[in-house]
C-alpha cells in the first residue's frame, strides 16, 4: 500500500514533465500552419508507420484576421475567442484529427495562447477567423467573455502600458507584449475561462500544451490554470494522466526571468540548444564540434527532463524572437540536417522537429522584410500538403520530417531510447563520434578534410546499413554499409564533400 501510494506520488509530480507518446516513440514535429485535415491524414500516412511520437499543431482557437500585411503566419497568435475556428479548420475537423491521430497512437499537443489576446491597433469589429466580435478600445471579447477587467492595464507600470525593459520582471509579466492586450491571469475569473478552453482540447483528447509566451506570464498564474485542468481522455490515456506542459521561456541568459522559475509547472524550450548547435556547426567564435563532448547540462542548459529541445522554432527560423543569426534552418540544409542528426542522436532533452512552409526571402539590411508571411495559400485558403512521388511534399511545404536523414534519426532515437552516452570520438577538431550502448553509432565529418577512422562503435558483429546516406530495404541497404567486427570497431570514411558528411547505423540497421 505504502508502497502504491509512493508510485502514485511519483507519477502525479512527474506527470506534466511526460509527453505520453506511446510505442517508445520519443521524438515530435511541429507542422506549422498546417490544416487539420492535412494532420490527420500524416498521423496515419507518415508519422505513425514512422515511429513520430506526436505533432504540435499551430493555435487552434479563433484569431484576428490580418490584412495589412495580408493573412502573416503570426495572426494566430492573437486570440479573439476560445472558439476552434481558424484556417486549418473548424471544430469537426479539429475532433476527427485528435481522434484519428490518437487512434495511430501519434498524441496532439496544442500551442496555447494564453497569456493575451490581439494586438490593441485591430481596434474594433468582426475581423476574426468566426466572425466573433472585439472591441480592443474597451478590451471586450464578448465570444469569451472577456472585458476591461480581465486585462492587465492597471497593474502594468510601463509608462505607455508595453513591455520596454525585460529587466523588469514585473513589466515582462503584466504588461502588452508588441501591444498584445494582457490577460490579468492573476483573477480567478480569467483562470477559469483559460482552463475551460484547454480542458475542452483535453476532453476531445490532446496529450499536452506548447504555453507561448510564458515568459509573460507568472509562473504562479500559470501553476493556477494549470491545477484546474482535467486529467486526459482515457479512451487514449491511462487514468490519472496529466497533460504534458512544455512552456516558452526563451533564456539566452542576460536577463533576470530564468526558465527555472517555470519547472515546477512543467518543461521549458530550451532555445540555448539551437543557438549554441548553430554556433558550433557553423564554427563561429572557435567553437569545434569536438566541444560537444560534455554537451547538455555542462554547457549550462537547462536539466534533460526539464527540457524540450529543437534546432530551430516557428520564430527563429525567420528571425522572430531570440536566439539570433546562428540559428539553422531548412534554408541551410547541409548542417541543418548535421543538426538535426545529433540532436537526435543525443540524449539530452525531449525533441521536437521543425517542419516548415517555403516563402520568398528577401533582405533588407540583413533583416528578412518577408518575415511574415503566411503559409502557402489560395486567396487565403491554407493550401493542401500534396504529397509527391518520391515521398517529398509539393505546394511550398518543406516537411523537414519526410527528409530520409531525419525521418531515420527519429526511428534512430526510437531505437536506442534508454541507452546510455558512449564511446565519444573525436579528432580534436569537427570530426566526432559517439555511441547510444551496443543500439547505435553515429559518426559526423564537419572538417575540411576527409575522415578515415576505425571507431569502437559498441555495436554487435555484422553489416550495418547507414541511415543517413540509405535506407535498409528488407535485407539490403540503398546507401553505405558498415562492417562491425567481433570486438566492436568499425572503420568509417567520411568524405568532406559528401553531400551528407555523416554516417548512422543501429541495432535495426543491422542487415
Ligand atoms: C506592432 C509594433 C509594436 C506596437 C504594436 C501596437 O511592432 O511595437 O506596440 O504594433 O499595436 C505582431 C507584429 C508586431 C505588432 C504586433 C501587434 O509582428 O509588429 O506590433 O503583432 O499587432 C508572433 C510574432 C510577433 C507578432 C505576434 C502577434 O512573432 O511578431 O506580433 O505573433 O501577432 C519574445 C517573447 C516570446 C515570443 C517572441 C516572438 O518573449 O514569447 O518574442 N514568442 C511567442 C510566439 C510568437 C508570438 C508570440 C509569442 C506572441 O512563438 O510566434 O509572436 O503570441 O521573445
Ligand atoms: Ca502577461
Redesign the pocket.
Known amino acids: 500500500m505504502k508502497f502504491l501510494l509512493l508510485l502514485s506520488a511519483i507519477g502525479l509530480c512527474w506527470a506534466q514533465y511526460n509527453p505520453h507518446t506511446k510505442y517508445g516513440r520519443t521524438a515530435i514535429v511541429h507542422l506549422f500552419e498546417w490544416r487539420w485535415d492535412d494532420i490527420a491524414l500524416e498521423c496515419e500516412r507518415y508519422l505513425a508507420p514512422n515511429g513520430f511520437g506526436g505533432v504540435q499543431i499551430s493555435p487552434p482557437n479563433e484569431n484576428a484576421v490580418i490584412t495589412s500585411p495580408s493573412r502573416?503566419w503570426?495572426?494566430r497568435?492573437?486570440p479573439i475567442s476560445y472558439k476552434l475556428c481558424t484556417r486549418s479548420g473548424n471544430e469537426n475537423d479539429f475532433r476527427d484529427m485528435v481522434t484519428r491521430c490518437n487512434n495511430v497512437g501519434v498524441c496532439i499537443y496544442v500551442d496555447a495562447?494564453i497569456?493575451?489576446m490581439c494586438?490593441?491597433?485591430?481596434g474594433s469589429g468582426t475581423s476574426s477567423t468566426c466572425g466573433s466580435y472585439y472591441n480592443t478600445g474597451n478590451e471586450e471579447f464578448p465570444a469569451v467573455p472577456y472585458s476591461g477587467w480581465d486585462f492587465n492595464d492597471s497593474i502594468c507600470k510601463s509608462e505607455n502600458g508595453?513591455i520596454n525593459d525585460y529587466n523588469d520582471i514585473y513589466q515582462v509579466r503584466d504588461c502588452?507584449?508588441?501591444?498584445?492586450l494582457d490577460l490579468a491571469l492573476g483573477k480567478d475569473y480569467v483562470r477559469s475561462k483559460v482552463a475551460e478552453y484547454m480542458n475542452h482540447l483535453i476532453d476531445i483528447g490532446v496529450a499536452g500544451f506548447r504555453l507561448?509566451?510564458?515568459?509573460?506570464m507568472w509562473p504562479g498564474d500559470i501553476k493556477a490554470v494549470m491545477d484546474k485542468l482535467h486529467n486526459l481522455n482515457t479512451s487514449w490515456f491511462p487514468e490519472g494522466s496529466r497533460p504534458f506542459i512544455y512552456q516558452?521561456v526563451?533564456d539566452l541568459g542576460g536577463e533576470p526571468i530564468k526558465g527555472s522559475e517555470y519547472f515546477g509547472n512543467g518543461r521549458v524550450t530550451e532555445f540555448k540548444y539551437g543557438a549554441k548547435l548553430g554556433t558550433v556547426l557553423r564554427k563561429w567564435n572557435g567553437e569545434k564540434m569536438a566541444y560537444l563532448k560534455n554537451w547538455g547540462e555542462g554547457w549550462g542548459l537547462v536539466p534533460s527532463d526539464r527540457a524540450l529541445v529543437f534546432v530551430d522554432?516557428?520564430?527563429n527560423q525567420r528571425g522572430?524572437?531570440?536566439g539570433g543569426a546562428s540559428i539553422l534552418t531548412f534554408w541551410d540544409a547541409r548542417l541543418y540536417k548535421m543538426a538535426v542528426g545529433f540532436m537526435l542522436a543525443h540524449p539530452y532533452g525531449f525533441t521536437r522537429v521543425m517542419s516548415s512552409y517555403r516563402w520568398q526571402r528577401h533582405f533588407e539590411n540583413g533583416r528578412d522584410v518577408n518575415d511574415?508571411i503566411g503559409p502557402p495559400n489560395d486567396s487565403g485558403v491554407i493550401k493542401r500538403v500534396t504529397i509527391n512521388p518520391d515521398t517529398t511534399c509539393g505546394n511550398d511545404w518543406v516537411c523537414e520530417h519526410r527528409w530520409r536523414q531525419i525521418r531515420n534519426m527519429v526511428a534512430f532515437r526510437n531505437v536506442v531510447d534508454g541507452q546510455p552516452f558512449t564511446n565519444w570520438w573525436d579528432n580534436g577538431s569537427n570530426q566526432v563520434a559517439f555511441g547510444r550502448g551496443n543500439k547505435g553509432f553515429i559518426v559526423f565529418n564537419n572538417d575540411d578534410r576527409p575522415l578515415s577512422s576505425t571507431l569502437q562503435t559498441g555495436l554487435r558483429a555484422g553489416t550495418y546499413c547507414d541511415v543517413i546516406s540509405g535506407d535498409k530495404v528488407g535485407n539490403s541497404c540503398t546507401g553505405i554499409t558498415v562492417n562491425v567486427s567481433g570486438d566492436g570497431n568499425a572503420h568509417f570514411s567520411i568524405s568532406n564533400s559528401a553531400e551528407d558528411p555523416f554516417i548512422a547505423i543501429h541495432a535495426e540497421s543491422k542487415l
Open positions: 502573416p503570426w495572426e497568435y492573437q495562447v497569456n493575451h494586438g490593441n491597433a485591430m508595453e502588452r507584449l508588441v501591444g498584445l507561448d509566451a510564458s515568459k509573460h516558452e526563451i522554432n516557428h520564430d522572430h524572437g531570440a511574415w
